[in-house]
């Protein structure tokens, strides 16, 4: 647990001394099959599913110690990290969490993929994607986040790819969680 405010922060323990990165969106640095954190030239990679999880399961103070720069993939789910934080529990905090609301549409367009946020009174979030010609093919939900949503019908949900994506990880030390 981290104290009320401070945010989530992944913390380098296999580097002396250990290195604290923020989980902090102007870290980002690479998202080439998966999101890498940057701070000082100390990365932290694939934090994709833990975030997810944190997410979904509204912790937003947090400290993560990492033996090495890659949070495991495991079976590229965000399960098996809501399971073991459900199984040893959360703690409430007397500070309320900061919100962020909606106010007008935001969209963002790359290539083909796009991502929009509007304003709503709930949390609801309305995927679509299409591989065409291959199994996936198209596919679309929408989702209401409250009550549970997420442990129910997104935890599970697991990262996919095409083989030469697999060939291309495994090239740059990457996937080896």
């Given amino acids: 647990p981290a104290a009320e405010n401070s945010g989530i922060t992944f913390r380098r323990v296999d580097l002396e001394p250990p290195v604290d990165v923020p989980a902090d969106p102007t870290l980002v640095g690479e998202t080439m099959l998966g999101t890498t954190l940057?701070?000082?030239?100390?990365?932290?990679?694939?934090?994709?599913?833990?975030?997810?999880?944190?997410?979904?399961?509204?912790?937003?103070n947090i400290y993560v110690d990492l033996s090495a720069?890659?949070?495991?993939?495991?079976?590229?789910?965000?399960?098996?990290?809501?399971?073991?934080?459900?199984?040893?529990?959360?703690?409430?905090?007397?500070?309320?969490a900061s919100i962020w609301r909606v106010m007008k549409p935001l969209r963002v367009e790359s290539c083909a993929a796009l991502a929009e946020l509007t304003p709503a009174n709930a949390f609801v979030i309305d995927?679509?994607?299409?591989?065409?010609?291959?199994i996936i093919g198209h596919q679309a939900r929408v989702l209401d986040m409250r009550n549970g949503a997420f442990i129910r019908e997104l935890a599970d949900c697991r990262t996919f790819c095409r083989r030469q994506d697999v060939d291309s990880m495994l090239a740059r030390g990457l996937a080896l969680g």
Avoid: N, Y
């Avoid at 720069?69 to 309320?96: K, N, Y």
């Avoid at 995927?127 to 291959?134: K, N, P, R």
């Fill in 38 to 60: 940057e701070k000082d030239g100390v990365t932290v990679a694939t934090v994709e599913h833990l975030m997810s999880a944190l997410a979904g399961l509204g912790i937003d």
């Fill in 69 to 96: 720069s890659e949070v495991p993939i495991m079976d590229g789910s965000a399960r098996r990290f809501v399971s073991e934080i459900l199984r040893v529990g959360l703690i409430e905090q007397d500070a309320p």
């Fill in 127 to 134: 995927f679509d994607i299409e591989f065409a010609g291959t």
